[in-house]
Each structure stands twice: as C-alpha cells, then as structure tokens.
C-alpha cells in the first residue's frame, strides 16, 4: 500500500499558481525575464555572445534571488531590510530601559510640585506689587463683596 506524508504544519505551504511556481515567483521571473533577454539582444551585437550571456545571467539573479530565497518565513527583501536597519539606521548600543510606572508618578509628583510653586510665587510676586488689590481681593473672597 502507498504511504503518503501529510505535513501537520500547513501555515508553510504556499499556493502554486502556474508550473508548479508561487505567484511571487512567477512575478520575480517574469521581471527578470523583461530585462535580461533585451539586455542579452543589445549586447550580443557589440560583444561576444557568452560575453552577452553572462551579463544577461548576472542582471537576471537578483530577481531569481527575490524569488526563491528564503530563510526562517522571510524572502529576501525583509532580511535586507532588517539587515540595514540593524547594520546602519538604529544605534549599535542599545541600552535596556524600562519605564518603572513609579519613576512615572514619582516625575509627575515633581511637575506638580513645580507648577504649586510657580503659581505660589506668582501670586506672592503680585501681592507685593499691589497691596490694596491683594486685600480687596482677599475681602472679595471672603465676603462675595468688593470692599470699598
């Protein structure tokens, strides 16, 4: 009897769409195709036709690459990236910090211990400038009337 093996994992099996090739496979060759056979025909006037050839497979396999590369689930374009994010954007010393919910409080308390402080010394800055004002406004307060 025939003994067939049906992978558990299905999330890894990918659709094929036309000669047993994925969707981005078939783009990826088709656009290497686009340009490497016009490519092969320009150049095999002016130089040797292997001399054509080899230009011809040498600008054709990074699209081959982009097509068929693949390492842990990421094609090539994601492992570039990741790869020039690491080597040259982001910083090489990346420190580990934390964002301790206390150290927050903690900030907070301070901004509003400052902020009392500033409203307090504003407001003592315009006691002293105008006596009589501060004190109709302390009547004021007190009894709702403005003292005259």
């Not at 969707?23 to 088709?30: I, K, N």
């Not at 842990?72 to 990346?94: A, C, D, M, S, T």
């Not at 010394?121 to 400038?129: D, E, G, L, Q, V």
Request: glycine content about 4%; proline content about 5%.
């Amino acid at each position: 009897m025939a003994y067939v093996n049906v992978p558990k994992d299905l999330s890894r099996l990918k659709t094929k769409v036309m000669f047993n090739l994925t969707a981005r496979q078939l783009v990826c060759f088709g656009c290497g195709s686009l340009v490497g056979v016009p490519l092969f025909f320009l150049l095999k006037r002016y130089a040797s036709t292997s001399a054509a050839a080899l230009c011809m497979v040498l600008v054709m396999l990074p699209f081959f690459m982009l097509a068929m590369y693949e390492k842990n689930g990421q094609p090539l374009e994601k492992i570039i990236h990741n790869y020039v994010q690491v080597r040259f954007v982001r910083p090489r010393h990346r420190p580990y910090q934390t964002d301790n919910y206390y150290a927050v409080l903690e900030r907070q308390y301070h901004l509003n211990k400052e902020v009392q402080h500033i409203v307090h010394k504003t407001s003592n800055t315009k006691t002293k400038a105008d006596p009589r004002r501060a004190q109709g406004d302390r009547c004021r307060h007190r009894t709702g009337k403005a003292d005259g």
